[in-house]
Nanobody
Framework: QVYLVESGGGLRQAGESLRLSCLASGNLYAVHTWGWYHQAPGKQRELVASITRYDSTNYTDSVKGRFQIFRDDAKYTIYLQMNSLDPEDSGVYYC??????????????WGQGTLVTVSS
């Protein structure tokens, strides 16, 4: 079991920055990939950024050069640094922890989400 608690959401104006945090606990040794997902109102949840246990990162095209995912293992926290915010970035951001993909599938856990609102 992995428990995730997000924080750091809030209201910003376009062009400003925000840092989201995801505090993790539980069987963290089993996690292969940490991710941040974005769900805009009325839309599906989509992967924004991910980082593996080997520090390999991946970003969706819309946030490349603006967002950065990183983690502090000593604090059991995964961060999403969001710069040059755009109103399209508004929505709920969820932290995700996923195990390695095997023939049997994989496990994943979600946090409760944190709301980001960007005004124009």
């Amino acid at each position: 079991q992995v428990y995730l608690v997000e924080s750091g959401g809030g209201l910003r104006q376009a062009g400003e920055s925000l840092r989201l945090s995801c505090l993790a606990s539980g069987n963290l040794y089993a996690v292969h990939t940490w991710g941040w997902y974005h769900q805009a109102p009325g839309k599906q949840r989509e992967l924004v950024a991910s980082i593996t246990r080997y520090d390999s990162t991946n970003y969706t095209d819309s946030v490349k050069g603006r967002f950065q995912i990183f983690r502090d293992d000593a604090k059991y926290t995964i961060y999403l640094q969001m710069n040059s915010l755009d109103p399209e970035d508004s929505g709920v951001y969820y932290c995700n922890a996923r195990g390695p993909v095997t023939a049997a599938g994989y496990f994943q856990y979600w946090g409760q989400g944190t709301l980001v609102t960007v005004s124009s």
